[in-house]
């Protein structure tokens, strides 16, 4: 009861066989397309380190260059290092301020 | 306009404050004073938003095109945006429409003190991230709705060149102070410079424990005691948290910091009045001494800012 007849289960054992083809084309393909695109947004992405010289060669007075204007602080993207000056951090003094020892004063620090 | 020149100091009004420069040598005082002088109406020229001739002004109205901009601008921007950086956007210079909405507008000697009318709703920072800035060609892209407001670190960069270049001309140790973000450059005195610190910049401290002395770097007092003004019943400052576009909380009423140079000195500083309870612990990470004061009156010193005992170590 219910038993394939041969001529079925060849053509069942083709269309597997069809279905296999076409799914490797389909993988290979996609594949292939994945490749291109991702050399392109590669080349087209300027990194933290590039994005200056990107955005200074694309700009000039007469041609605006859109900005991207993330709604908040992209938290894990780094730094831009064209904003940071040759020290990375907050410098203390060389030498710590030292209690007075008298005399009349120089200058006053407050609010302003 | 000098208002004090005797001996070895020039005292006039300048940027709604107090400008001092002091010398240690007083035949280099003229020369100084030219220094002075110069720097401050550069610094004005490049960065002040209330004079409608200004580079910083006239950016704005350039903005969504890019531009390039002066040497001098281009320092301040760098410096403004680096201070953005280290801060985590706790001192952003894109703070000047929250300052606007704020009801600060204008020169502070031409704002109405009290005023029946509301302010605008808060306005927070656009962001200091979406300046796209590059210093090696000094181009500048601001995006629409983007308002600078350099004016923080714009103060204390100008105390550092000053003291600097004035140093280098004239040859003796330099002691400049802007709205008492003070800057020493040269040879300092025999005991070093003493400087009173406290809430107010142009009143004297009586209390020798608020004395420091200091032979380099800068020092800077931030607060929230000066440049005040009311309106609707409430009380505003001019120091806004870019994050909320409102005015900082109340936690510190002045926080001093010393630092290598009087923009790091300001940075903390102001970074401090906004960041609240959290700064003490935020400076030591920095290695920064700091003498903080709350609004109830309690001291706080961080490690390297002298202080008697009593006073709260962070």
């Known amino acids: 009861m219910n038993r394939p007849e041969p001529n079925h289960l060849r ?25 291109v695109f991702g050399l392109a947004f590669a080349y087209d992405m300027p990194t933290a380190t590039a994005a200056p010289a990107a955005v200074a060669s694309a ?30 951090t907050l410098q203390p003094p060389a030498a710590a301020p030292g209690p ?11 609010a302003s | 306009m000098i208002d004090v020149a005797v001996g070895d100091r020039v005292e006039l009004r300048a940027w709604g404050s107090t400008a001092a420069l002091v010398v240690e040598d007083p035949a280099a005082l003229p020369a100084a004073e030219r220094v002075l002088m110069r720097e401050l109406a550069a610094v004005d020229a490049a960065c002040s938003r209330f004079r409608i ?56 000697a031409d704002l109405p003190r009290d005023a029946p009318g509301p302010v605008q709703a808060p306005l927070p920072a656009p962001g200091w991230w979406r300046v796209t800035w590059d ?32 140093s280098e001309e004239v040859g003796c140790g330099v002691l400049v102070s802007l709205g008492g973000d003070v800057r020493v450059a040269g040879a300092a005195p025999v005991g070093g410079w003493r400087l009173g610190v406290g809430d107010d910049h142009e009143h004297a401290q009586t209390d ?53 140079s ?36 309690r001291v706080v010193r961080t490690t390297g800012w002298p202080g008697p005992g009593g006073e709260e170590l962070a």
């Open chain 1, 11 to 35: 053509r069942r054992a083709e269309g597997r066989r069809r279905v296999g083809r076409a799914t490797g084309w389909t993988a290979a393909t996609g594949g292939v397309l994945a490749g």
């Open chain 1, 59 to 88: 700009a000039s007075d007469d041609d605006p260059v859109p900005v991207p204007a993330p709604v908040t602080p992209p938290s894990t993207v780094a730094p831009h290092r064209h904003h940071a000056s040759p020290t990375a």
């Open chain 1, 100 to 110: 007075s020892t008298g005399g009349s004063r120089h200058a006053s620090s407050g």
């Open chain 2, 53 to 108: 001739d200004s580079e910083i002004t006239r950016l704005h109205a350039l903005a969504g095109t890019a531009v390039t901009v002066s040497p001098l601008l281009a320092e301040a921007l760098t410096v403004a945006l680096r201070a953005a950086q280290l801060t985590d956007g706790v001192v952003d210079p894109t703070v000047g429409s929250a300052v606007r909405a704020l009801g600060y507008d204008r020169d502070l």
């Open chain 2, 135 to 166: 210093p090696m060609s000094r181009r500048l892209l601001l995006p629409h709705g983007v308002e600078l407001d350099l004016g923080a670190t714009a103060k204390a960069l100008a105390a550092d060149r000053i003291a600097v270049q004035a």
């Open chain 2, 208 to 260: 020798p424990a608020a004395t420091v002395t200091i032979t380099v770097g800068g020092l800077a007092t931030s607060g929230t005691t000066r440049r005040r003004w009311r309106r609707a019943g409430r009380d505003l400052h001019h120091i806004v948290d870019p994050r909320t576009g409102d005015v900082a909380d109340g936690y510190w009423r002045t926080a001093s910091v010393a630092a290598a």
């Open chain 2, 262 to 297: 009087c923009v790091d000195a300001n940075t903390a500083s102001t970074a401090a009045i906004v960041m609240g309870a959290h700064a003490p612990v935020w400076l030591e990470r920095c290695r920064l001494p700091a003498r903080l004061v709350a609004v109830d009156g």
